[in-house]
């Protein structure tokens, strides 16, 4: 390579750190617009000046005008300028879709508060780098917890009936009688169980996690979506003997890639199933090979897998963890030795997820 090539990659990554250290920051913007209710308050007012937004939502008016021009310079928020020099802060109508509205298709508000999680534990990763142990999923915290289930929500909540009409039999069985038997399996907060007891109320729907905060989180969402009775959520391992052939279906959404040994956790999922039981799995739709440099998707998913997905799943060894960037080959590999007969991925249009339906034989 020429030393003029050189100098022009070097170039590109000093702008692209910039760029991301900018990014960074105005995350950390959204982070404190989300957790103190200030987008919200900009959401029910047609424009608020400094001192409106503060006793709106019970800040201090110095920091209010802070964030506010902050918020404009980066271009989240428009700003109206009067003759005598006072300013009042829009949020536009385009935005609050992006900020305030978790079932929206666009709300990205909360990789926010992700990258705060992760920024939290960075020195306990970087000290698992060097032990070779892991950081637990409990010590990225709330924000952690919290922001992986608001992220996933409106997936969950828009989508989850065409994801499994993509499987007619198990649709049909799933509204038929005897009540069919449903397992969400790392249930996390409960948005995916949730969907699925609204979308087939004649189903029963358990969902199962190792988290106790995710259990009691996901008891609470039940109860504010009036579906209290319709789903139970338990924190249970999927290889307890009780739920051995017991489910027509077992679904494992966006959590696969997060456990430590997923061979083990597909064998589990397949005693879970009755002989003509499926397995459904949502996970990321990365490449089927590593390529470098990568896409968008790949790097999105290399990020989260070196800071969070992969220490947390180190915890628990010895173990065989993927990583979040979990390949199409690999998904096969795990389920021929969980002894599964068959593995189909299904025909479903998703941004970031593949849908894998396997099948006892």
Known sequence: MTATAETKRRDELVERLSGAAIGTLELFGVYLGDRLGLYAALADARALDPDELAGRAGIAPRY???WLEQQAVAGILDVDAAGDGTR???????????LVEPESEFYLAPFAALVTAIGGVLPEVAEAYRSGGGVPFGAYGPDMRGGQAAINRPAFTREMSSWVAAMPDVEARLHSDPPARVADVGCGVG???????????????????????SIEDARRNAAEAGLADAVTFELRDAADPATKGAYDLACIFEALHDTPRPAEVLTALRQMLR??????IADERVADAFTAPGDEIERMMYGWSITHCLPAAMVDQPGEPTGTVLREPVVRDLADRAGFGSVEVLPIENDFFRFYRLRPT
């Open 64 to 66: 209010a005008r802070e």
């Open 88 to 98: 009042r802060y829009r949020l536009p109508s385009g935005h609050a879709s992006v």
């Open 191 to 213: 948005w995916s169980t949730i969907a699925l007891a609204r979308g087939y109320p004649k189903a029963l729907v358990e969902g199962i996690d190792l988290d106790q905060a």
């Open 275 to 280: 002989d003509d039981g499926s397995v459904l």
